[in-house]
């Protein structure tokens, strides 16, 4: 059996919530939701994530972004709920893309290729 990648939501936008409900569709994800704020980076680094996604517009991202200095190899997220507008972070690269892109993103981090994800929800 694969290990499923462990995501976590930070953040409360109705975007979000959509991808989040997406994303527990697949069962190469384990998606986890913690309730902001999150106070201490410990706190990330005890959920494990291998992808953090967070709202843009959420206050105290500090701790986020800490994680990302302890974890170079976490792929962080950030969604503007307002905009069409995604911004990764990484120890691998930096760029803005479109939410389609985000689902190309995540589906390119996958080990099995077999996994589609759409906007609309759909997956096989």
């Not at 975007?15 to 384990?30: D, V």
């Not at 709202?55 to 969604?79: R, W, Y």
């Not at 589609?116 to 096989?124: A, K, T, V, W």
């Amino acid at each position: 059996m694969k290990a499923r990648q462990r995501i976590l939501l930070y953040g409360n936008s109705v975007i979000l919530g959509s991808i989040g409900a997406c994303l527990k569709r697949c069962s190469q994800f384990e998606v986890t939701t913690p309730a902001p704020p999150l106070q201490k980076v410990q706190e990330i680094e005890a959920l494990k994530p291998d992808i953090l996604l967070f709202d843009l517009e959420t206050i105290h991202t500090e701790p986020v972004f800490s994680a990302l200095k302890t974890n170079p190899s976490l792929l962080l997220i950030g969604i503007s709920p307002d905009i069409n507008l995604v911004k990764i972070w990484s120890g691998r690269q930096f760029r803005d893309l479109s939410i389609q892109g985000l689902f190309d993103v995540i589906k390119s981090e996958l080990k099995d290729p077999a996994v589609e994800l759409g906007i609309d929800g759909s997956h096989p």
